[in-house]
């Protein structure tokens, strides 16, 4: 059967089962700024390429075997001539507009290097594949039809696939793990992987389901009114926060079987009612509506803190003395 070939699809169907709506693809550019990927005919932002990869469409419509057509960039007298711009070796795509925008406004960025590639990862053949599902080997996009054909020892069962990571560097695009670089992203997709082996549909059974608890980086600042709570984390499964006027609850479960969970006493009085989060591609952003307005010396309690200026406070009340007692705040308060 035919691969269709818009972007974000990929998939091969039946041509007398193409109708309007069968197919779920980006009919924009991709933009790699910054660290993020994703596709200029839609908002989402992921950091990891796999994940950018998994972006769905943002439109539908039928499938098609003909070549992808690159979209027409704004027509900018001087600048319509540049297909692309760099900014400290990061690529940005898109419109000859978009991209002097950019650049105009960009901060210095990281270039994307080589990394070492992941350990590679083999399937456990006991658990079960959905026909359909697609390898998960970079480079490959086979579909599984049955253990006998995706699992035996036929050439359908015969992995390619790229064991590196994507590199993006001053225009050209390629692998870690083998030589070849283009310029195009539609050639780089289509460069032919560099090693044979088996197809990963599942990947392995985890060798115990228990919890792997793990410390993610923290961050946090203070208004006049309330005070933000960075908690650092990708690949989120749930995320959860309970508030009490002295303390929050963090429960992040990510992929991989990995969990954050903490409780945190606070510096200070919150309103729990009018305190609460966001979970970003990223992070969680944790929002607590402070009680009076009093600057916090810290997110915890501390006994290494004995006083603290305060926002707002006029007149003999401007700092408050630790241990914190709620008469102290009430005085401060009408000081």
């Known amino acids: 059967m035919p691969k269709c070939t818009h972007k974000g699809c990929g998939k091969e169907f039946n041509p007398d089962d193409n109708i ?21 005919c839609c908002n989402k932002r992921v950091s990891d390429f796999d ?51 950019t650049v105009a406004t960009a901060v210095p960025a990281k270039e994307e290097t080589k990394k070492e590639p992941e350990p590679e990862l ?24 049955n253990n006998e054909t995706s699992r035996g020892d036929g050439s359908e069962a015969v992995c390619v696939y790229h064991p590196g990571v994507p590199i993006f560097h001053e225009g050209s695009k390629g692998w870690s793990c083998c030589p070849r670089k283009v310029l195009e992203f539609d050639e780089f997709l289509k460069i032919k992987g560099c090693k044979q082996g088996k197809h990963l ?9 228990q919890e792997e608890m793990v410390d993610c980086r923290t961050d946090w600042y203070q208004t006049q009114s309330n005070v933000i709570l960075s908690i650092f984390a990708k690949n989120k499964e749930s995320t959860d926060v309970k508030f009490t006027s002295r303390s929050i609850t963090i429960d992040i479960k990510m992929k991989n079987n990995q969990r954050f969970k903490k409780t945190i006493q606070l510096f200070h009085l919150i309103e ?43 007149g003999g009340g401007g700092t408050i003395d630790w241990p914190y007692k709620e008469s102290s705040l009430s005085a401060a308060m009408v000081a």
């Open 272 to 314: 729990p009612e009018n305190s609460k989060f966001t979970a970003l591609s990223t992070k969680v952003e944790i929002n607590m509506k402070k009680v009076g307005g009093i600057s916090w010396a810290a997110l915890e309690p501390t006994s290494d803190v004995k006083s603290w200026t305060t926002f707002g406070v006029t």
């Open 51 to 101: 994940e950018f990869l998994q972006i769905p469409g943002c439109h539908y419509g039928r499938h098609s075997t003909e070549a992808p057509v690159a979209p027409k960039p704004t027509e900018e007298p001087k600048q319509a001539a540049a297909p692309t711009a760099t900014t400290a070796g990061v690529e940005v795509y898109g419109t000859a507009k978009q991209q002097s925008e």
């Open 122 to 145: 083999e399937d456990d053949e006991t658990i079960p594949v959905a026909p359909g599902t697609t390898c998960k080997r970079r480079g490959c996009g086979v579909s599984f039809k």
């Open 20 to 40: 309007d709506n069968s197919c779920q693809f980006h009919p924009g550019a991709p933009i790699f700024h910054e660290g993020l990927k994703g596709w200029s």
């Open 201 to 209: 549909f599942v990947g392995n059974k985890k060798e115990s389901d």
